[in-house]
Each structure stands twice: as structure tokens, then as C-alpha cells.
């Protein structure tokens, strides 16, 4: 029997669904009919329930909406242990009407806000509107389609006919005076930096009758940086008093707990089983280990044959910060430099980096510069990270030469490229919170017109992930259910003393050395060129890539290189081996492996010199010997051992949980409320047999 871990169980249900209500929410179909397109019709429910609560008299503020759902809907309470207070201290704007949507990337956040926007100045309910995003190149893309969409002639009309106090909202920037009918949208850094924004002055004191729609509205909660901070205190700021707030994003996560206020969700799940956005197609299990470009490029080659006749493929990267971005990308372009036989001007036009400024900090800014290469005297790295965020814009184009983006996770908004089809997350830290992995993914979820069928996106990690980042990826995309065990705090009076060894090296005999070494005694180990190594996706199944390894020395720069050692060890030594003997002993060495006779692989080239070492070794001269014996116990805190996960498919078919009768089961948040539901669910099986 399988259980369902359902985030939905977290999601608000505004109750009130008096017929003065719905007379309001379902007076606006035929414009959210014109507006949404059948696929789309999510976003209609999406404007529905959000109207349900700004209009119903039924709840002054969020509190009250929470507070209903806290008595009624067992499944909130088993994940907020404090009760109630602590449930609602999650919420800073519990004391407006203010509530959040989850709209999963690419499915068109922007039309359920205009939606929102265009409703609300219609019907009444506010007198002007503010929309707030956390960067200029997102204010940007809303105010184009806000712009388009305020011009549509029919939904104009039906406006009209409904009797609208607003049929056309003026849509403004905030550098200008904004009046009633407007709908205004701008990026928060100008609010409160007073950078020409004429919003504080056309607002204050009219928050009441204004609605504020916040884009990206994550920020509002895990502001990275003082600047996003101030988001929060703007909206409670006493001299403007906004009452009406909705937040809208795809990412609804502070760290890898759900928002507490959504009362809407249509989450990556169900776009992806509706094929509104691309299927996600990651990486579960990597034969080769170490990072290297030649996979990364296969798949990017790959992309190119199967989707190359409808449209460029793209591949991003996603790193940790700054810095890391720009040296990321140098590795880039020096691969695709050897890889395409291309010079670093070339490289560079098909690969840029993306960043949202270029460190301030000293150690930071010079790992930049440390990397960069200026294209002329007059370059600087700001000058070309103000190029290739401007180039964002063109990359879906065919005729613009970007194929590769290398990116910092934390700058993911405002994109709006449909062609990504492989995403890179490069190290672990850009992937360890279920937010990060929500940006990441969002990046290439956005479907490009005039495919055939719903694509994929490879998410090709090149960092082996640990089981927390591997588990915290399957809940975002609510793959399939965990259950965490380990230690629990309740059976301490269990836990016994487990102990570990620490050794130190002793000498255990002297060997002397009395006659030399005739010859090195060498067995290489097995090198190729090139090996087959192998990634299995959770989609598309195993990819097969030929790995081309590159530290590897060709037959003559290897017998270069011991002649060279053997001269700096021992002249005298060297004397006895010229480079004709060097090489006849490795090539027979090799041959006695039966191996390529032409290289010699890195790990190789270490065991010939130390074949070598023996013959270093002076006569008469005693030598030490080594090893490791014990020599202290150290103790093991097995309250601090990471806990374990496991999965319901691997319970089912490979193990079995003991729990005691009435005994609570040492599991806390989400596990607990699994744990629960699975108990439910026996104990409604064993009353079915007992009836059957």
C-alpha cells in the first residue's frame, strides 16, 4: 500500500463559498477564459481562491484564515510541534490579508498576477495596484507583458460589459506619479533606496486601498543580502498601512520548509504530469566519479541532434557564488577551446557567465581577475557581466552564438529562456536547500514552442551528491516518500560506548641495502586513451559516454621525464640508463600487460618512478622500516551520527519497521506526519480484513 506524503496537506482552504462571494469570484470567467488558455486553466483557479479571500468578510487577516485551518485540518498540526502560536509566528503578515501562491516556474506567475491586478482595480477593491519583484530585468519583463495584455481590445470590452469601475489599467513605472486605475510595478531596490521612485510619495497613507502583488516572493523571507531585508519592513511600514498582499512564487521554501500561508498550489508535480513544463531527468547513479567536462558536453551534444531542428539547446551551470561562476567558466572555455579545436574569442562568445555583480571582496575580486583575460585595455570583467546580462535576452535566438551559461544560483529570477535542456548544478552548495534546488531546476523547466512532444531536462550534477541532497531533490519534485531513522533522544539510557582507533608510525626493523638492484621491477596497471563510462538517468535510462582522459604522457615526453628524475636523483645512475633503455623498458613493460605501448597513464608513469627508488639506495646503509601500530582510543558520540534515510519502495520491498504499541515512533515535521498516516492507513487495512 503506498503512502502519499502530500505538501497539499500544507496549502490553506479559505472556506467561505457564500454566494455574495462567489457572485464576485466567478463574475471575471469570461475575462479569465480570454486570458488563460485551456492548458492554463490553473491559473483561473489560482485568481479564484485568492479573490475568495480578499473578498470574504470572513477573514480580516491571515490569522483568522490560519486559525480556522489549525482547528479543522488535523494534517497542519503534526508539523508545527510548538502549537498554534509557534504556527502562526511563521507568518510576519498574519495581521493583513495576506496569503501566498505557489506557481511552479514556467507556468505563468505574470497572468495570475495582471489577473489579480486588473480584477481587483475592476471590481473595486483597491484603487491602485503595486507590483514588486527583486531585480530590475524581472521588472522589466513584467512591465512588457503587463503592458501588452492592458492593451488587449477584447478583454477591454468584456470589462466594459461587466461594468468595470476599470476597464484599461494605465500601467507605470515607479519614477512616476501613480493614480488611481494604475498599476505599478517596480523592483524593490528603488522603493527604499529612493533612486527617482515616486512611490513613497504616492502611497503613503494609501495602503488601505491598495493592492501589493509581490513577485519572487521568496525574497520576503530568505533575503540573502540587507538590501532584500528591507522588503519585509517596507510592507509593514505604518506611513503607507497595506492591508491587501498576495505573494506569488515557484519557489515557496524558507530553506526546506514549506511557506505556512499558501492557499494556492499548482506545484512542479502536477506541471510536469500536465505537461506544462519539461519532465526533470536526473542523474540517480554515475560510474565515473571525478568532475569532467567531456560528460557534461555529451549531453549538450546529445540535446543538439535530438532537439537541434527546432531550436538551439542550451546548457547551464549553476554555481555556489561569484567567483566560483567566473572560474567555473574559465574551465569552460579552456574545454571547449581543446574539445571544438576553436580559439578563446569563439570559446567565450558561446559560453558567458551571469552574475549580479562582481565581488567586492578583496579575496574574491582577485580570484575574478586572477582568471578573467581581458578581451582589450578597456575590459573588466563588470564590463562584460553587464554584456552577458543583457544578452540573456537573445540567447533562445538561432542566430545568437550562446550555447553555455554558467550562473550563480542565487541570481536564477527574471529568466525568462525556454531552450535550457541540461542543467549543471557544479557544486553541492548551490544544490543543498530544497529552495536552491527549486531556483536551479526552475532555470530550464519553461517549454519552447513547436516541439513535437514534452521534453526532458537533463540535471546532471557534477559533484556526487550526498543522500541529504539526493532525498531533499525527489521532495521537491515529490518523487517518492522517506522516512529518516537514527539516534532518538528518548533511548539514551541505550546508547553504549563505541570506540575508534588512532595510530602512530613506529620503526619496526633496519634493512640494509647489500647489493644493488639490478633492474626496476615494474607492473603497470591497465590505461586506455579512452574509457566507457556510464550515468543512469531516472527518464531517459543509461548514458553511455567515452570518457577521453588527459593525464596521460606520450611514449617520449614519459622517457623525457624519468631521464630527467633519474639525473636529479643520481647522475651516476642516470649515466646508466639513456633514454633507448628507458624506453625499451617501458615499452616491454607494457607489452607484458598487453596495453597501448604509445602512453603511459599519470598513475603508471608515479609506479615507474618508484620502481626506481630501490636502486637510489646506497650500499651498506641501513634503512628504516615503517608501519602503523595502535595508539589511542577515541570515542564516538553516537547522538551526533547523522540519521539515515530510506525509502517506501525500499521498505516494501526489501525491510520491515518495529514499532512498539503505544510507543510514539522517534520521528519529528514531516516524518512524524508520514508515520502517522501510515499507522492510519494498517490499522484501516486490519479493520477491512476483519469485515471481509
Given at each position: 500500500m503506498s503512502l502519499q506524503f502530500r505538501i497539499d496537506d500544507q496549502v490553506l482552504k479559505v472556506g467561505d463559498a457564500g454566494e455574495s462571494v462567489e457572485a464576485v469570484v466567478h463574475k471575471y470567467d469570461a475575462f479569465l477564459n480570454l486570458l488563460c488558455a485551456d492548458r492554463y486553466a490553473f491559473q483561473r483557479d489560482a485568481v479564484r481562491e485568492t479573490l475568495r479571500f480578499l473578498v470574504s468578510n470572513a477573514y480580516p487577516d491571515l490569522e483568522s484564515l490560519a486559525r480556522e485551518n489549525w482547528n479543522d485540518r488535523g494534517a497542519i498540526r503534526p508539523r508545527h510541534e510548538g502549537g498554534v502560536d509557534a504556527y502562526l509566528a511563521l507568518m510576519p503578515l498574519r495581521d493583513?490579508?495576506?496569503?501566498?501562491?505557489?506557481?511552479?516556474?514556467?507556468?505563468?506567475?505574470?497572468?495570475?498576477?495582471?489577473?489579480?491586478?486588473?480584477?481587483?482595480?475592476?471590481?473595486?477593491?483597491?484603487?491602485?495596484?503595486?507590483?514588486?519583484?527583486?531585480?530590475?530585468?524581472?521588472?522589466?519583463?513584467?512591465?512588457?507583458?503587463?503592458?501588452?495584455?492592458?492593451?488587449?481590445?477584447?478583454?477591454?470590452?468584456?470589462?466594459?460589459?461587466?461594468?468595470?469601475?476599470?476597464?484599461?489599467?494605465?500601467?507605470?513605472?515607479?519614477?512616476?506619479?501613480?493614480?488611481?486605475?494604475?498599476?505599478c510595478v517596480e523592483n524593490i531596490h528603488a522603493v527604499y533606496e529612493n533612486t527617482g521612485s515616486s512611490i513613497r510619495d504616492s502611497l503613503r497613507g494609501c495602503g488601505a486601498r491598495t493592492l501589493v502583488l509581490n513577485d519572487e516572493a521568496h525574497h520576503l523571507f530568505n533575503a540573502p543580502d540587507k538590501a532584500l531585508k528591507e522588503w519585509m519592513k517596507f510592507l509593514r511600514d505604518g506611513d503607507f498601512g497595506f492591508r491587501m498582499i498576495i505573494n506569488v512564487t515557484g519557489t515557496p521554501y524558507v530553506a526546506d520548509s514549506y511557506f505556512p500561508d499558501v492557499v494556492f498550489r499548482y506545484g512542479l508535480k502536477q506541471a510536469?504530469?500536465?505537461?506544462?513544463?519539461?519532465?526533470?531527468?536526473?542523474?540517480?547513479?554515475?560510474?565515473?566519479?571525478?568532475?569532467?567536462?567531456?560528460?557534461?558536453?555529451?549531453?549538450?551534444?546529445?540535446?543538439?541532434?535530438?532537439?537541434?531542428?527546432?531550436?538551439?539547446?542550451?546548457?547551464?551551470?549553476?554555481?555556489?557564488?561569484?567567483?566560483?561562476?567566473?572560474?567555473?567558466?574559465?574551465?569552460?572555455?579552456?574545454?571547449?577551446?581543446?574539445?571544438e579545436k576553436i580559439t578563446v574569442e569563439e570559446a567565450e562568445r558561446r559560453a558567458i557567465w551571469v552574475a549580479s555583480g562582481v565581488p567586492s571582496a578583496a579575496d574574491a575580486r582577485q580570484r575574478v581577475e586572477a582568471v578573467y583575460g581581458p578581451r582589450h585595455a578597456k575590459d573588466s570583467p563588470e564590463k562584460r557581466r553587464a554584456e552577458n546580462l543583457a544578452a540573456l535576452k537573445q540567447v533562445d535566438d538561432p542566430a545568437n552564438p550562446v550555447e553555455w551559461i554558467v550562473s550563480v544560483a542565487m541570481l536564477s529570477e527574471g529568466w525568462d529562456v525556454k531552450n535550457v535542456f541540461q542543467i549543471v548544478p557544479h557544486e553541492s552548495r548551490a544544490f543543498n536547500s530544497k529552495l536552491l534546488i527549486a531556483q536551479v531546476l526552475g532555470r530550464g523547466l519553461r517549454i519552447p514552442p513547436g516541439l513535437p512532444k514534452q521534453p526532458l531536462v537533463k540535471v546532471n550534477n557534477h559533484e556526487r551528491w550526498s543522500p541529504e541532497i539526493g532525498n531533499l531533490l525527489k521532495e521537491v519534485l515529490e518523487v517518492e516518500n522517506t522516512l529518516t531513522w537514527g539516534y532518538d533522544p528518548r533511548r539514551s539510557q541505550y546508547v553504549f560506548p563505541l570506540h575508534n582507533l588512532t595510530y602512530r608510525r613506529i620503526q619496526t626493523a633496519v634493512e640494509t641495502k647489500r647489493e644493488k638492484a639490478r633492474e626496476p621491477e615494474i607492473v603497470f596497471k591497465p590505461q586506455n586513451r579512452a574509457t566507457m563510462e556510464y550515468s543512469t538517468f531516472s527518464e531517459s535510462g543509461t548514458l553511455a559516454v567515452e570518457i577521453e582522459h588527459r593525464d596521460l604522457y606520450e611514449l617520449a615526453d614519459a622517457v623525457k621525464i624519468i631521464r630527467l628524475y633519474l639525473r636529479e636523483r643520481d647522475p651516476g645512475l642516470a649515466a646508466a640508463w639513456p633514454m633507448k633503455r628507458i624506453r625499451a623498458l617501458i615499452v616491454q613493460s607494457l607489452r607484458d600487460g598487453k596495453y597501448d605501448e604509445t602512453f603511459l597513464s599519470k598513475e603508471n608513469l608515479l609506479l615507474l618512478q618508484y620502481g626506481f627508488a630501490?636502486?637510489?639506495?646506497?650500499?651498506?646503509?641501513?634503512?628504516?622500516?615503517?608501519?602503523?601500530?595502535?595508539?589511542?582510543?577515541?570515542?564516538?558520540?553516537?547522538?551526533?551520527?547523522?540519521?539515515?534515510?530510506?525509502?517506501?519502495?525500499?521498505?516494501?520491498?526489501?525491510?520491515?519497521?518495529?514499532?512498539?504499541?503505544?510507543?510514539?515512533?522517534?520521528?519529528?515535521?514531516?516524518?512524524?506526519?508520514?508515520?502517522?498516516?501510515?499507522?492510519?492507513?494498517?490499522?484501516?487495512y486490519a479493520e477491512f480484513r476483519e469485515e471481509a
Open positions: 493583513r490579508k495576506a496569503v501566498s501562491l505557489d506557481l511552479a516556474t514556467g507556468t505563468g506567475k505574470s497572468f495570475v498576477l495582471y489577473a489579480l491586478a486588473a480584477i481587483a482595480l475592476a471590481e473595486g477593491l483597491a484603487d491602485r495596484v503595486l507590483v514588486l519583484c527583486p531585480s530590475i530585468t524581472i521588472e522589466e519583463g513584467l512591465l512588457d507583458k503587463f503592458t501588452a495584455l492592458a492593451g488587449n481590445g477584447e478583454m477591454a470590452s468584456i470589462m466594459r460589459e461587466l461594468g468595470a469601475v476599470v476597464s484599461i489599467p494605465c500601467i507605470r513605472r515607479g519614477d512616476e506619479t501613480i493614480r488611481a486605475g494604475d498599476i510536469i504530469a500536465d505537461k506544462v513544463i519539461k519532465k526533470p531527468d536526473y542523474k540517480v547513479e554515475d560510474t565515473y566519479t571525478e568532475h569532467d567536462w567531456q560528460k557534461t558536453y555529451a549531453i549538450h551534444r546529445n540535446n543538439r541532434k535530438e532537439y537541434g531542428a527546432f531550436l538551439k539547446p542550451l546548457t547551464i551551470i549553476v554555481t555556489q557564488d561569484i567567483a566560483r561562476c567566473v572560474e567555473v567558466w574559465r574551465e569552460l572555455v579552456d574545454f571547449l577551446v581543446l574539445k630501490p636502486l637510489f639506495r646506497e650500499l651498506g646503509k641501513a634503512s628504516p622500516r615503517l608501519s602503523q601500530t595502535p595508539d589511542d582510543l577515541y570515542a564516538i558520540d553516537l547522538s551526533k551520527i547523522s540519521g539515515q534515510s530510506f525509502s517506501e519502495n525500499s521498505l516494501r520491498e526489501h525491510g520491515a519497521v518495529w514499532a512498539a504499541n503505544d510507543d510514539p515512533a522517534p520521528f519529528s515535521g514531516n516524518d512524524a506526519h508520514l508515520w502517522e498516516q501510515y499507522q492510519r492507513y494498517v490499522r484501516q
